[in-house]
């Protein structure tokens, strides 16, 4: 059930990246696009493949965002150490992006181990 859930977020996920990659016109983000409907589909059909695509998307996700944050930081003026609660703040979204990309992979994990417990005698 929770699988299924995960195979929906992924579907939006896509829904909403090809939704913006529509009225771009930066193709490149259709790779994207294609990962994220194949490992809903991979997710929701319980195949080994989703898993390893659910993974690769949520390490590209972690590590793309976390990349993006330490860019923006050293590239910031000495303002914006000023403020650390409103840096705090505005880290909490991304935070909350990392956690469900790791819990999900510890469900994917659980889920996928049940499976092949339950297809080996």
Known sequence: MIVNI?????????SSI??????????IWSIAVIMCFAGSAGLFKRK???QYLWYL???????????????TLSNADNNVFQHWDQLMIALIPGLVWIFSWVAGSYVVTVQF???RSIDRP
């Open 6 to 14: 995960l195979a929906l977020y992924l579907f939006l996920l896509a």
């Open 18 to 27: 090809s939704y913006w990659l529509i009225f771009s016109s930066n193709w």
């Open 48 to 50: 080994s493949w989703g």
């Open 57 to 71: 998307i949520a390490f590209i996700a972690s590590t793309g965002w976390v990349a993006m944050v330490t860019y």
């Open 113 to 115: 181990r049940k499976l």
